[in-house]
């Protein structure tokens, strides 16, 4: 019982949550505070506020940070386009970031400074230029071989998208399999591979299904005893079952010692 008090008493301090929290000069400390009156000032407001740890009365100005307009280039698949996208000034900005525009995801891809400097992350009101690359859609290339002829061509899906080497893939009425996966430094005959991370597949053209028939009477009867002939409601048994256990006439006889 004594436990489960001391276990309601105690409090982690990072847990507690103040409402209205801002800095508060007395306390020299973010306080939470009481909202006394609240004067609408263009886009922002002033808020006269009291302190509920010292009770001292104090007036906040928030107002929204400027704007900046930033021309992106925005690259998707083999075309790009230049847009003007306004940005908070005081917002950081870096590589690898997604955003959304037009209703596609977009990464940063590059970040270029008033001083024609190149870098990983920098504040917006600092920034000339940046481009993209849309992300929630990505370009697989493929080289398609026929027998001796190869083509080439390209898929654009989500970038979750996964695809296994060795599997079966259907092409604008088509079915191919892909021969192989490649990742830049690793290659994939089996695996598993998200479309982000693929460079190139390589497909090629599945054989005939008469490249699987029987040619032979002892194949037809095996495909027929596994039903890939259909159905076969008194299949001939494989001869190497019928005749498994039964000593084979032709065995050479040993030959008697000599005496």
């Given at each position: 019982m004594d436990d489960s008090v001391e276990e309601e008493e105690f409090i982690d301090e990072d847990e507690i949550l103040l409402e209205n929290a801002v800095h508060c000069s007395e306390c020299n400390d973010v306080m939470g505070h009481i909202i006394l009156k609240e004067t609408q000032k263009g886009k922002g407001a002033d808020y006269l506020l009291k302190c509920e740890e010292c009770g001292r009365v104090h007036t906040t100005h928030i107002r929204p940070p400027p704007v900046v307009e930033i021309p992106f280039i925005l690259t998707e698949g083999p075309s790009s386009r230049t847009k003007v996208i306004e940005i908070d000034a005081d917002e950081v900005l870096e590589l690898e970031d997604v955003f959304q525009e037009d209703d596609k995801l977009w990464s940063i891809h590059q970040i270029e400074m008033q001083d024609g400097r190149y870098v990983k992350h920098c504040e917006a009101s600092l920034i000339v230029r940046a481009s993209a690359l849309r992300c929630d859609m990505v370009r697989v290339k493929l080289t398609m071989t026929r027998g001796e002829d190869s083509s080439s061509d390209v898929l654009i899906v989500p970038a979750e998208t996964t695809y296994t080497a060795g599997h079966l893939i259907d092409l604008e009425g088509q079915t191919w399999r892909i021969r192989a996966i490649h990742m830049g430094r690793a290659r994939t005959l089996r695996g598993t591979v998200e479309a982000r991370d693929i460079k190139r597949m390589y497909l090629h053209e599945p054989p005939n299904p008469e490249?699987?028939?029987?040619?032979?009477?002892?194949?037809?009867?095996?495909?027929?005893?596994?039903?890939?002939?259909?159905?076969?409601?008194?299949?001939?048994?494989?001869?190497?079952?019928?005749?498994?256990?039964?000593?084979?006439?032709?065995?050479?006889?040993?030959?008697?010692?000599?005496?």
């Open positions: 490249y699987f028939a029987p040619r032979t009477p002892r194949e037809r009867r095996q495909a027929w005893k596994e039903g890939k002939l259909g159905f076969n409601p008194n299949p001939v048994l494989p001869k190497e079952i019928v005749k498994k256990g039964v000593t084979p006439s032709n065995k050479r006889k040993q030959k008697r010692p000599r005496n």
